[in-house]
């Protein structure tokens, strides 16, 4: 479990974020990039299960823009690792995004063989992911603590599709709000991890943000 000052990972981004932006940045300024992206995973997902949960007629269009951030966060993972890596990042999170839709209409059919057959899928992408980080940066970011991570992300993530589903809105908010703790932990361990991997590119930048 990671607290507060420190939380925990599942991975790259910040510099695409908003147009043009460079490596002017600030360490300061790639954080907050890194923590909007993710915040943004968890948002759409959050109104991705309001509208499964209520089949609403807004469902195919917020699965698309939730689809759209996965694209934007490979997007920020090819300004250091290349496009292969950027795309393959991105085909690994929308498969996340995909499998846990299929857990939360399985879960509102009461169709529970097809929840645990999608969540043995769901764990084992989330291996593939923490896996795939690991290798871009196993230094800064170890296998257990991407994996540790990957699967407390996760498990929030059903706790509040199920609250909702349920109808128990009163653990299905606070169930969003340790969401938002995790991921915004886990985009600063990311970009930690990417500042310590690429100190040049920082240091330029720190460099041209003080002029």
């Known amino acids: 479990m990671f607290t507060k000052t420190r939380l925990t ?3 790259i981004a ?5 147009p043009n932006v460079t490596y002017a940045h600030s360490k300061t300024a790639f954080h907050d990039a890194m923590r909007k992206l993710w915040e943004d995973h968890v948002t759409w997902t959050r109104l991705f299960i309001i509208s499964a949960a209520a089949g609403l007629p807004d469902q195919d269009v917020t699965t698309q823009r939730l689809l759209q951030n996965q694209t934007d966060i490979g ?3 090819a300004e250091f690792y290349g496009a292969d890596a950027g795309n393959k990042l991105t085909a ?5 995004i995909l499998i ?3 857990i939360v209409t399985a879960a509102k059919a009461g169709d529970n063989a097809k929840v645990t057959s999608e969540n043995k899928r769901w764990h084992d992408n989330a291996t593939e992911i923490a896996t795939f980080l690991h290798g871009a940066n196993p230094k800064h970011w170890p296998l257990e603590t991407l994996e ?3 699967n407390m992300h996760l498990q929030q993530t059903l706790d509040e599709a199920t609250h909702r589903l349920h109808g128990d809105y009163a653990a299905d908010t606070k169930d969003y ?5 995790h991921i915004l932990g886990m985009a600063d361990v990311l970009s930690d991890g990417i500042i310590a991997q690429f100190p040049a590119k920082f240091a330029t930048a720190t460099k041209r943000a003080s002029r």
Request: glycine share 0%; aromatic share 4%.
């Open 148 to 150: 540790s991570a990957m």
């Open 92 to 96: 690994l999170l929308k498969d996340h």
């Open 177 to 181: 709000e340790r969401v938002v703790q």
């Open 100 to 102: 846990a839709a299929s």
């Open 14 to 18: 910040a510099l695409l974020l908003l």
């Open 9 to 11: 990972p599942i991975f």
């Open 75 to 77: 997007n920020a993972v």
